[in-house]
């Protein structure tokens, strides 16, 4: 059982990654946990969560891709109708073989496609773990320096400048006459 209660005991967690009964993981000598440690949220283990084997796409992330059936492939327009048994057969033949094809395919490239990606997501997490954020993180530090200096370079150069260019500008009224 992984994350019940028990009829006998206080509230507490059965399983979690970060709290076990004897103390805290990272301090095992520790046998009255402290109020930091009680209050940490159990984390989910997404490793071993159940998968849903009915509504294999609970987020809809198929949803534009172009379901095929029968009826969207093949049609027979009024007056050059096939044989019933034909058209029957037809069907029959498009379905089973649409489906035990994908199944096949699923099972030969399903499993090893599942590694790559799985593989190729672990990278982009990694690299954007521990390259994208700090370099970005590093950039906007050094960029803040950068715009402190741009920032009196403006206020000592250009506001001077302005300010005088609105003063003589000021005086100059501009009026419109309509010539009748």
């Given at each position: 059982?992984?994350?019940?209660?028990?009829?006998?005991?206080?509230?507490?967690?059965?399983?979690?990654?970060?709290?076990?009964k004897?103390?805290?993981?990272?301090?095992?000598?520790?046998?009255?946990?402290?109020?930091?440690?009680?209050?940490?949220?159990?984390?989910?283990?997404?490793?071993?969560?159940?998968?849903?084997?009915v509504?294999?796409?609970?987020?809809?992330?198929?949803?534009?891709?172009?379901?095929?059936?029968?009826?969207?492939?093949?049609?027979?327009?009024p007056?050059?109708?096939?044989?019933?048994?034909?058209?029957?057969?037809?069907?029959?033949?498009?379905?089973?073989t649409?489906?035990?094809c994908?199944?096949?395919?699923?099972?030969?490239?399903?499993?090893?496609l599942?590694?790559?990606?799985?593989?190729?997501?672990?990278?982009?997490?990694?690299?954007?773990?521990?390259?994208?954020?700090?370099?970005?993180?590093?950039?906007?530090?050094?960029i803040?320096?950068?715009?402190?200096?741009?920032?009196?370079?403006?206020?000592?150069?250009?506001?001077?400048?302005?300010?005088a260019m609105?003063?003589?500008?000021?005086?100059?009224?501009?009026?419109?006459?309509?010539?009748?």
């Open positions: 059982m992984t994350g019940g209660l028990k009829d006998s005991e206080p509230e507490e967690f059965l399983h979690s990654p970060f709290i076990r004897q103390g805290n993981i990272y301090k095992p000598n520790n046998k009255d946990m402290d109020n930091e440690s009680m209050n940490e949220k159990s984390m989910e283990d997404v490793h071993t969560k159940e998968i849903d084997l509504n294999r796409d609970p987020k809809h992330v198929n949803d534009d891709v172009v379901k095929v059936d029968f009826e969207d492939v093949i049609a027979e327009p007056g050059t109708y096939s044989f019933d048994g034909v058209w029957k057969a037809s069907f029959t033949t498009f379905t089973v649409k489906y035990w994908y199944r096949l395919l699923t099972a030969l490239v399903g499993i090893p599942a590694l790559v990606w799985g593989i190729f997501f672990a990278i982009l997490s990694f690299i954007h773990i521990w390259a994208v954020v700090p370099c970005v993180k590093s950039y906007l530090i050094e803040h320096c950068v715009s402190r200096v741009y920032s009196i370079c403006v206020h000592t150069f250009c506001d001077p400048l302005f300010e609105g003063k003589c500008f000021s005086q100059i009224r501009v009026r419109t006459v309509k010539e009748v």
